[in-house]
C-alpha cells in the first residue's frame, strides 16, 4: 500500500515569510513527485514536480527531494495571501506521467496572515 | 483550450438511482483517471484506464464502473448510488513525458 503522508495544518505563516510545507512517503521505489495546490471549491493544480534529489526552483517555489529519506518539501518565498490553500503532495512510482495513477496525501491547509 | 471537461458539475441523487459522469480531454493524452475527494481522506483513485482500450481498478474501485469510449473520453457510473458515494469526482488524464495531471473542475454529487 502506497501512501504519502503530509501534516493536515492549518499551517499560519506571516505575508512576506517562507513558507515550508512537507511530505513524506512510503514506497521507496517511487520515481516522480509532484505538488499541487487547491483553493477551496477548485480543482488541483500543479504547481511543481520534482523527479531528482536535490532542489527545483521555479519562482518563488523550490521543491526539495531526499530519495534516501523519502522525503519531499515546497518552500514558498514571499508568501502572499493569494498563497493561502491546500497544497498537496503526490507520488508515483513511474518517471513520467501515464500509468496507474497519482498517490495524494491529504493535503496541507496554508493560511498566509497579511 | 478546454483540457479535461467534467459533466455535469453538479448532481442531487436518491439512493438507488443511477448515472453517469462524463469526462472528455483534448489533449490527446493516453491515460485517464476518476478521483474522488471526500473531508479528511484527501484524493483518492478509484479507477484508471492507461491507455484507450484497458481499464484497471484503483484504490476504491466498490460501487463503480468506468467506460473508455475512445481516446478522449473516460465515463463513470454508479450503478446504485448510496449515501456513501457522496463526494467530490475529478477526472485526470496524464501521458508518458507529460509532466503532471490535468484535473477536470470536478462534479460535486450529493446522495440523499
Known amino acids: 500500500q502506497k501512501e504519502v503522508e503530509q501534516n493536515s495544518g492549518p499551517l499560519s505563516v506571516p505575508e512576506g515569510a517562507i513558507a515550508s510545507l512537507n511530505c513524506t512517503y512510503s514506497?521507496?521505489?517511487?520515481?516522480?513527485f509532484f505538488w499541487y495546490r487547491q483553493y477551496s471549491g477548485k480543482s488541483p493544480e500543479l504547481i511543481m514536480f520534482?523527479?531528482?534529489?536535490g532542489d527545483k526552483e521555479d519562482g518563488r517555489f523550490t521543491a526539495q527531494l531526499n530519495k534516501a529519506s523519502q522525503y519531499v518539501s515546497l518552500l514558498i518565498r514571499d508568501s502572499q495571501p493569494s498563497d493561502s490553500a491546500t497544497y498537496l503532495c503526490?507520488?508515483?512510482?513511474?518517471?513520467?506521467?501515464?500509468?496507474?495513477?497519482?498517490?495524494f496525501g491529504k493535503g496541507t491547509h496554508l493560511i498566509i496572515q497579511p | 483550450n478546454a483540457g479535461v471537461t467534467q459533466t455535469p458539475k453538479f448532481q442531487v441523487l436518491k439512493t438507488g438511482q443511477s448515472m453517469t459522469l462524463q469526462c472528455a480531454q483534448d489533449?490527446?493524452?493516453?491515460?485517464m483517471y476518476w478521483y474522488r475527494q471526500d473531508p479528511g481522506m484527501g484524493l483518492r483513485l478509484i479507477y484508471y484506464?492507461?491507455?484507450?482500450?484497458?481499464?484497471d481498478k484503483g484504490e476504491v474501485p466498490n460501487g463503480y464502473n468506468v467506460s473508455r469510449l475512445n481516446k478522449r473520453e473516460f465515463s463513470l457510473r454508479l450503478e446504485s448510488a448510496a449515501p456513501s458515494q457522496t463526494s467530490v469526482y475529478f477526472c485526470?488524464?496524464?501521458?508518458?513525458?507529460?509532466?503532471?495531471?490535468?484535473f477536470g473542475s470536478g462534479t460535486r454529487l450529493t446522495v440523499v
Open positions: 489533449m490527446n493524452h493516453n491515460s
Open positions: 514506497d521507496r521505489g517511487s520515481q516522480s
Open positions: 503526490a507520488v508515483n512510482i513511474y518517471s513520467g506521467g501515464g500509468a496507474d495513477g497519482l498517490t
Open positions: 484506464s492507461a491507455s484507450e482500450g484497458t481499464t
Open positions: 520534482i523527479y531528482s534529489n
Open positions: 485526470a488524464s496524464s501521458d508518458v513525458g507529460v509532466y503532471g495531471y490535468t
